[in-house]
């Protein structure tokens, strides 16, 4: 198969992506091709040779082979048509804004392109970490009590905080623009910083020494492929720079030392934030347990390089996935109505 790496956009995790898909490059076997879309939102065809970081921090992708999006795929412009690039099915590499918060996914569906990743729903609810709150209420999955803090609102931000507590901006990803709070002195100063992010923040307690646990997955045949279960090194939070040193090494990660009984939770709670809202989606779920609880941290949509470094056969599961994806149910429109009108008095 030919997979179209699609990755950039115009998000705060613009580099992250870029380093994940020229990680992918790294691991994924399978014949690659790379889209980059950059701040302006124009698609750029790379060549492989040139996937690296100076081909982007120099801004010398933008000698490479423009692209458009048009019905079926992407073409590039010639003097007399429009030539399609052939692929068999894309891969939403675009972390944060523009590829987890649901236009990627509705460019493709309304293009009608095969692709791995979050649909527009899934996508809507696990940008936002107060929406993701609510729908894992609804699915039966816990998580931590939490306030929201309007920038927009003044009556927010008299709200009483509990301290130790964390600020989250609420429409971001990455641990960018992540507060920890241990007294009322450092709010002034943790509002200014994480505003800067998002106009809104999660606000949640911080439990010191909380234990952490990663688990990826999607389904394939209606059947449940799971990772490993990881148990990231943190310091006092997984930060940005721990979070994205994971995917990028290529030493091996190990499984969580957890008991059998708490590795069938986790995966029973993954099932159900999962199914059927991320199906055509490889993600990944951050747990917390405290006290033999489990706790929904986060849903990470497009996960960094997908994952890949919690897989054992990961190119087999992709080339299994991409063979299996959902797809948009076509709705037949015969003009039957129309025709009913015009065969009448009076016609439209």
Known sequence: MIYAIIFGANSYEHEISIVSAIVLKK?????????????????????????????????????????????????????????????????????????????????????????IGPRLEASVISYNKEFTKLYAQKVGVKTLPYKILKNYDAT????????????????????????????????DYSLDVAFEFDDELLVEPFIDNIKEYNLAGCMIKDEFVFSI??????????????????????????????????????????????????????????????????????INPNPGSLANYLFKDFSSIIQNFAQNLPHEKQININYSFLHSINGQKGKL
């Open 229 to 298: 279960i990881e148990e990231p090194n943190k310091n006092k939070f997984l930060d940005f720079e721990q979070k994205y040193l994971c995917f990028s090494s290529h030493s091996e990660v190990q499984e969580a030392d957890l008991s059998e009984e708490l590795k069938e939770k986790l995966k029973e709670n993954f099932k159900k934030i999962y199914n059927p809202l991320f199906k055509g989606a490889l993600i990944r779920c951050d747990f917390f347990i405290h006290n033999d609880e489990i706790y929904l941290n986060e």
């Open 27 to 115: 691991v994924l076997k399978a014949k690659l091709l790379f889209i980059f879309c950059d701040k302006n939102r124009d698609f750029y065809l790379i060549d492989n040779a040139k996937m690296n970081a100076k081909t982007f921090s120099s801004l010398a992708y933008k000698k490479e082979k423009r692209l458009i999006l048009k019905q079926g795929g992407f073409y590039e412009k010639t003097l007399f048509s429009d030539k399609k690039i052939e692929c068999d099915c894309c891969i939403n590499l675009v972390h944060g804004k523009d590829g987890e918060d649901g236009k990627i996914a509705a460019l493709f569906d309304f293009f009608n392109i095969e692709y």
């Open 156 to 187: 927010s931000l008299l709200s009483p905080l509990d301290y130790p507590c964390i600020f989250k901006p609420t429409r971001l990803g990455s641990s960018i623009g992540i507060q920890i709070l241990s007294e009322a002195s450092q709010l």
